[in-house]
């Protein structure tokens, strides 16, 4: 049984889910996104980490005076750094988005979720059982119906850039 790895792969769902959830994609790439925090956003949380870090300092010399800097600024670092980790691929015959994959035979209509149409798109058309990807910092989105009976998830709905361009992947690659 195939399946595609929505919400499968968080419970462990078939055979060819729990073997290849946990693996990078390899092959021919066709589209490559990654879902990054954009630079504009890091001066504020950085500025407020070395406030937090400068009222634990507070003028003491030694240790005290720069740990408080070097572990409040690096973990606000990485936390933006890991926030913008995922990637939206087509490698050869499947869409990958993050660690979720799925077999571009189970791919159905696609739909660009423009940038203003995404409130309506998270929120009352939102399917409890859809798969979702959400970053707040990219506009756009893509909705993926799936033709999968087997799948508990009636659509894919996930943040991309270039929305028109992956969907235009999808159909080709799909059909």
Same mark, same amino acid.
């Given at each position: 049984?195939?399946?595609?790895?929505?919400?499968?792969?968080?419970?462990?769902?078939?055979?060819?889910?729990?073997?290849?959830?946990?693996?990078? &994609?390899?092959?021919? +790439?066709?589209?490559?996104?990654?879902?990054?925090?954009?630079?504009?956003?890091?001066?504020?949380? @950085?500025?407020?980490?070395? *406030?937090?870090? =400068?009222?634990?300092?507070? /003028?003491?010399?030694?240790?005290?005076?720069?740990?408080?800097?070097?572990?409040? *600024?690096?973990?606000?670092?990485?936390?933006? @750094?890991?926030?913008?980790? %995922? $990637?939206?691929? +087509?490698?050869?015959?499947?869409?990958? %988005?993050?660690?979720?994959?799925?077999?571009? $035979?189970?791919?159905?209509?696609?739909?660009?979720? &423009?940038?203003?149409?995404?409130?309506?798109?998270?929120? #009352?058309?939102? !399917? #409890?059982?859809?798969?979702?990807?959400?970053? /707040?910092?990219?506009? #756009?989105?893509?909705? %993926?119906? @799936?033709? !999968?009976? !087997?799948? #508990?998830?009636?659509?894919? *709905?996930?943040? %991309? $850039? !270039?929305?028109?361009? @992956? =969907?235009? *992947?999808?159909?080709?690659?799909?059909?």
């Amino acid at each position: 049984m195939t399946q595609s790895v929505g919400a499968a792969a968080a419970r462990g769902g078939a055979g060819e889910v729990n073997e290849r959830a946990g693996r990078r &994609p390899d092959g021919k +790439v066709h589209f490559e996104q990654r879902l990054a925090v954009p630079l504009t956003w890091f001066p504020l949380p @950085l500025v407020g980490a070395a *406030i937090m870090a =400068a009222t634990v300092h507070r /003028g003491y010399p030694g240790v005290r005076s720069w740990l408080p800097y070097v572990i409040t *600024i690096g973990v606000v670092l990485a936390w933006l @750094l890991w926030m913008g980790r %995922v $990637r939206v691929r +087509v490698v050869d015959d499947e869409l990958w %988005v993050g660690e979720a994959h799925l077999p571009l $035979r189970f791919v159905g209509d696609v739909e660009v979720v &423009p940038a203003a149409e995404k409130r309506r798109a998270l929120g #009352p058309e939102l !399917d #409890p059982a859809a798969f979702l990807v959400h970053r /707040g910092w990219v506009g #756009p989105m893509l909705r %993926v119906h @799936l033709t !999968d009976p !087997d799948d #508990p998830a009636p659509y894919w *709905i996930f943040s %991309v $850039r !270039d929305p028109e361009r @992956l =969907a235009q *992947i999808l159909r080709e690659r799909a059909a």
